[in-house]
């Protein structure tokens, strides 16, 4: 373990060159924009012709995104959150395991699985049938060239060939103006009263009942899919996160807004014959184009659609990879599919089966594009609960967090207005983290300037302002949650397909990730997932491990031995490597590429399970005051560490040094009364 005397100013030296160096490579909210809305923004291809057969919805469909339009903005807030929260990426699977567990977070994994297997094969299969439109011959074999283009694009994730964001720009563009072109051309040749006798022409021969309001506004989720993955893009975002992330989807709101709801509504109600057609249907958005333009704005519009659908489809395949892989980096899955040929340096597993699940998929349901619409429910909001149920319980979390650092300030000082540059450095110690240089998000997803903020007393009216927004914005979040939530329990009711096929396939991962895990058990290796530190723990024991230290067994006994039921904290502090810049869609927690903190950690879970002790592990890389920031945190009564380690840190002032002869070595217990 470095010296935590070492200056904090060279580290920041530090780290500030290593932000400059690799900031030319990270994404801002531009490129962010065109990363999402070339996911989102195709599903406009697809969606008009699956809503319209989806139980009696026909010409409503343009009403229900825009109903469904609405909860959508509330989830932008909180995967903009997310983003700046989790700077490491994973989405669902990173929120639900922090906030719940890590099996939760296991199942999120598995929901968004589902989520883009049937995203590649949907928009695969709707790229070739959006190309007959140009080559008709293409309609009848429209499924065997969409495997052999799932088939091709496997290939090139094998070579190496991946998503770009620049290119995801050119695409977003391309979209965005053939959708306005399609808007304005329609715009021309209907008056505004036209524009609104639409309207009772949507709506009529329609009774709408509750449930066929909750069946419409869960089926039209589907119009925004791709969502989730601006969570995916944390680790390659420009800092200050919060900003990029939040100026990225007020972005995608803006232009999803302005061209998903008109076009599905004027596609449908327009159209109905063609909505009504098996074959038509998979092709409204050129038709409408070609009807009310001409021949050239179809066609490239056709051509645009189906390159920009194949392209999300590779999106999807590379979302999915790398799921896997993050899945069997955090032990849930085989150690084969982290594997990489030798080749091309690619995880040649992965991406066989990112290709490979879709193909079956689509083989499965022989190429119909409205059977995938009715399997689709699952997945997408299955992962959209857990998010949003995880954020609010971190969200809840830091309340407490707040209230736990106000009370004692207050006790501290003997009165309530306490200081606030102290309410700022206790809250900033209860939150900070030492996970990324450049992420201000703590393990856990705390957030150290809200918990100040929270914290401290209002003193004027831009603090109060600040603290009635953060309030609004918490209870928005529970009625989102509740709105997501009403929407997939309402497809798990009356999307049967999408139900039977979603937990089959959620069954079976999660039996992957249990056999998988008692195969590690049976080795006498238990699978640990670090988690964070959100406020004190009284009477606690605080067991510090660290890289290369023969004396890390007789820490990890010594502390249980002397728990007495009370928690023990295991800080890991890992060797400092330099970190390379991620690349789109990869999750980065450098515990997962630790092997050695892994099988420390291991062994501290085998001997506490078996002492039913409660405990929590904590991985930090080393770096000066990375002891004493998790010590100030927690309040341990007992620190343990090896001899070595204690003449090493600073900053950690106990009452008392006691030092132990253990079987096992020699260990240091520094001790505090708070």
């Known amino acids: 373990m470095a010296k935590e005397s070492g200056t904090q100013e060279e580290a920041s030296q530090k780290t500030q060159g290593d932000r400059h160096s690799s900031s030319r490579n990270l994404l801002g909210p531009i490129l962010c924009w065109a990363v999402v809305f070339a996911d989102i923004g195709t599903s406009v291809y697809y969606v008009p012709g699956i809503l319209w057969g989806t139980l009696g919805i026909t010409t409503l469909a343009g009403f229900f995104v825009f109903l469904t339009m609405a909860v ?36 999120g994994g598995m929901f968004i699985l589902v989520d883009y297997f049937l995203t590649a094969a949907i928009s695969c299969l709707s790229g070739m049938l959006y190309l007959s ?71 009529a021969n329609h009774s709408l009942a509750p449930t066929s309001i909750l069946i419409g506004f869960a089926a039209s989720f589907l119009a925004f899919s791709g969502l989730e ?46 909505a009504a057609d098996l074959v038509k249907n998979s092709q409204l958005i050129s038709l409408l184009a070609g009807h009310w333009g001409n021949i050239a704005l179809q066609t490239e519009v056709a051509i645009s659609a189906s390159a920009l659908l194949v392209f999300a489809s590779n999106t999807a395949i590379i979302g999915s990879y790398h799921v896997f ?82 009370g004692q300030l207050s006790r501290d000082n ?143 006994r010594a502390a249980l031995n002397h728990a007495d039921g009370k928690p023990v904290v295991f800080l890991y502090v890992g060797e400092p490597k330099t970190q390379r810049v991620p690349t789109m869609f990869e999750f980065v927690d450098p515990y997962h590429d630790d092997q050695q903190a892994k099988e420390t950690f291991s062994v501290a879970e085998s001997i506490a399970q078996k002492a039913k002790i409660p405990r929590r592990y904590v991985y930090r890389q080393d770096k000066p005051g990375v ?16 001899p070595e380690d204690c003449m090493e840190v600073v900053d950690v002032n106990p009452d008392r040094i006691r030092y132990e002869i253990t079987p096992d070595g020699k260990v240091a217990h520094l001790l505090k009364r708070w």
């Open 414 to 556: 003997g009165h309530v207005q306490a200081p606030p540059q102290h309410l700022l450095r206790s809250a900033e110690n209860l939150a900070k983290t030492d996970l990324h240089a450049n992420g201000p998000a703590a393990a856990g997803g705390l957030d150290p300037e809200t918990v100040a903020m929270l914290a401290s007393p209002s003193r004027d009216w831009r603090m109060r302002l600040h603290d009635l927004w953060y309030n609004v914005d918490f209870w928005l979040g529970i009625l989102t949650t509740f709105l997501v939530v009403l929407a997939w329990t309402t497809n798990l009711i009356y999307q049967h397909l999408a139900t039977e096929f979603g937990s089959a396939v959620t069954a079976l991962g999660m039996l992957v990730a249990y056999i998988n895990y008692a195969r590690y058990k049976q080795k006498g290796r238990l699978p640990v997932v670090t988690t964070g530190v959100e406020g004190r723990l009284p009477g606690s024991i605080l067991a510090v491990l660290s890289y290369d230290n023969p004396h890390n067994d007789a820490v990890v």
């Open 72 to 107: 959508f903005v509330l989830l932008t807030l909180k995967y903009a959150e997310v983003s700046y929260r989790f700077p490491q990426g994973g989405g669902v699977v990173t929120v639900a395991s922090q906030a719940i567990n890590h099996w939760v977070g296991a199942l």
């Open 325 to 406: 892989m993050a899945l069997a980096r955090m032990e849930f899955f085989p150690a084969f599919i982290l594997k990489r040929n030798k080749l091309r340096d690619t995880p040649h597993y992965s991406i066989a089966l990112a290709a490979g699940i879709p193909i079956i998929i689509l083989l499965a349901v022989q190429g119909r594009l409205d059977l995938l619409g009715d399997l689709y429910a699952f997945g997408l909001l299955g992962a959209f609960s857990l998010t949003c149920l995880g954020l609010d319980i971190i969200r809840r979390r830091e309340r407490k967090a707040a209230r736990a650092v106000g």
């Open 229 to 274: 993955s601006i969570s995916q893009l944390s680790p390659v975002m420009k800092v200050p996160r919060r900003r990029t992330a939040g100026m990225a989807l007020l972005l995608v709101v803006l232009t999803i807004g302005l061209t998903s709801p008109l076009l599905t509504m004027l596609s449908t109600v327009l159209q109905p014959e063609a």
């Open 627 to 642: 002891v004493a920031s998790v010590w100030q945190v927690i309040h341990p009564h007992d620190t343990v560490l090896s």
């Open 133 to 203: 439109v140009v080559i008709p011959g293409l309609n009848p074999i429209a499924l065997w060239v969409t495997l052999g283009v799932l088939v091709l694009l496997g290939i090139l994730n094998w070579v190496g060939i991946s998503e770009s964001a620049r290119v995801s720009f050119v695409g977003a563009v391309i979209a965005f103006l053939s959708d306005i072109a399609i808007l304005v051309t329609v715009f021309t040749h209907i008056s505004f009263g036209e524009f609104l006798s639409l309207f009772p022409r949507m709506f």
